[in-house]
């Protein structure tokens, strides 16, 4: 959920990255300005941790770094400032802080943005199929897939084939005789609790009992609390662990005066790093495996592992330039596309529009911040049947007229695709969507029968219980 330019890995000395992830962050600013937004962030200063001349030289560093302008440089906070952004702060051993800028995204909103972006240059996005089978010939490439949802067989050509699966990379290389660089797969655990329960007015950075920094972000009606970094040596079955949820929990109650306990846990889940091996830092597991990309190439069939989503761009590129060189075509530098970017004038068209259709303040900025040049759209949902208008759950700003939009406008097939890939509902509300109405709208628009709305709800539930390990999805 953060493009951030990668403050960590100055304590690692990877400058490279740092520079490349600072680079990346203020690229997308400018690229997707309504889903890639700023995040101030407090830094507190603790007696016996790192001395404030250490931590402002390396945030001093961090601005050099990312070109920051006078505004958007880091600047010292007193002991008081510091708790006036995290009122909740234990304030012992507190002797001042810094703020400084980072930004945060929706990352299922960013990916669908970038597929939209690419349709609209021409490209063909086919979902939810899977890879069986990989011909690389001299003349091109055949990828034989089967689609999961009918069953029907597909048949793919190409020039070249660019195996970008993450965690699983090495299992998809294998179907096209691809090289993959060696993976430590790295689980990273995240919980989530309702805002009333931790107030922000800033995210927070705060360490854990080994020493390790952790995230406090607040987003909308929810803090997010993470992250874990260890060993995934199964990523099919990546999992919240009761170990994992109590680290987090532990390094809460040392650092805040909160009584944050696992009640008050709305949900949690867990993501997996595909880091490549070798590529170590200064610190020890995982959390000392570099975050830098690798492209490989065998013939026509190249691969891209490691990076971070802040760096997709530049891991693109790279992959890119490496297919141009397979087809035999020189790479050309390409300007940026911008990913879907509104003007003043039409954020305060859809904004009065929003507003004269009964939807509140947060509503319409969630849905400009969200869709952007698609909010429009999702408005002439809420015009045509103004009972989409109402929020999905009671205090999140997702209104009912999303899940309509995703099943008949972005490729959602399955009650996972619209709850969790594009509402993000799985994440924030306790019962992962299943209590609102969405699953009956999704029902409406796909044309289910009622035995397949109910098998695709004990799917989907069977999945989130699965995920989220120790912290239970609340009855409908």
Not at 27 to 38: C, Q, S
């Amino acid at each position: 959920k953060l493009v951030h330019g990668g403050l960590r890995y100055l304590a690692a000395l990877d400058v490279g990255l740092c520079r490349e992830a600072a680079r990346e962050r203020r690229a997308l600013l400018g690229l997707a300005p309504h889903l890639v937004r700023t995040q101030p962030f407090v830094l507190p200063v603790l007696r016996g941790r790192r001395p404030a001349p250490v931590v402002g030289a390396a945030l001093t560093l961090a601005d050099r770094l990312a070109g920051a302008g006078p505004a958007e440089r880091h600047r010292r906070l007193s002991a008081a400032e510091v708790l006036a952004a995290a009122p909740a702060l234990r304030p012992d051993g507190l002797t001042g802080g810094f703020a400084f800028l980072e930004a945060r995204t929706d990352d299922a909103r960013l990916v669908l943005a970038v597929l939209r972006a690419a349709q609209r240059l021409g490209a063909v996005a086919v979902n939810h199929a899977e890879v069986r089978g990989v011909e690389v010939g001299r003349a091109g490439v055949l990828v034989s897939a089967v689609d999961r949802v009918s069953g029907a067989a597909l048949g793919l050509r190409a020039g070249c084939v660019v195996n970008a699966t993450g965690p699983w990379s090495s299992r998809t290389g294998a179907l096209a005789g691809a090289p993959c660089p060696p993976l430590r797969p790295s689980r990273g655990v995240h919980v989530v609790l309702p805002a009333a329960r931790l107030p922000l007015a800033a995210a927070c950075v705060f360490p854990a009992r080994d020493g390790r920094e952790l995230f406090a972000v607040p987003m909308g009606g929810r803090v997010l609390v993470g992250t874990t970094d260890v060993e995934e040596p199964e990523p099919d079955r990546a999992t919240v662990t009761s170990g994992e949820l109590s680290y987090l929990l532990d390094a809460l109650d040392d650092a805040f005066n909160a009584g944050v306990g696992p009640g008050d846990v709305i949900s949690a889940w867990a993501g997996v790093r595909p880091l490549v091996a070798g590529r170590r830092g200064r610190r020890g597991g995982t959390a000392g495996v570099s975050r830098r990309h690798a492209v490989s190439r065998k013939g026509r069939a190249i691969t891209v592992v490691g990076g971070k989503l802040t760096t997709f761009r530049r891991m693109a590129r790279d992959a890119v330039d490496e297919a141009c060189r397979a087809l035999g075509r020189a790479p050309r530098p390409a300007g940026a596309v911008p990913i879907a970017c509104l003007d003043e004038a039409a954020v305060a068209r859809i904004a009065a529009r929003g507003a004269g259709l009964g939807l509140d303040r947060a509503a319409v900025a969630h849905l400009l911040s969200a869709y952007g040049e698609g909010a429009g759209g999702v408005l002439d949902l809420v015009e045509h049947e103004p009972g989409l208008a109402e929020p999905l759950v009671p205090d999140l700003p997702t209104v009912a007229a999303e899940a309509v939009w995703a099943a008949r406008e972005e490729m959602a097939v399955t009650l996972a695709d619209v709850l969790d890939r594009r509402l993000r509902l799985a994440l924030y509300d306790a019962a992962a969507g299943l209590a609102s109405p969405a699953p009956e709208l999704v029902a409406r628009e796909l044309g289910w029968p009622r035995l397949r709305l109910l098998w695709e709800i004990a799917a989907y539930r069977a999945a989130a219980i699965r995920e989220r390990g120790p912290v239970p999805v609340a009855a409908p």
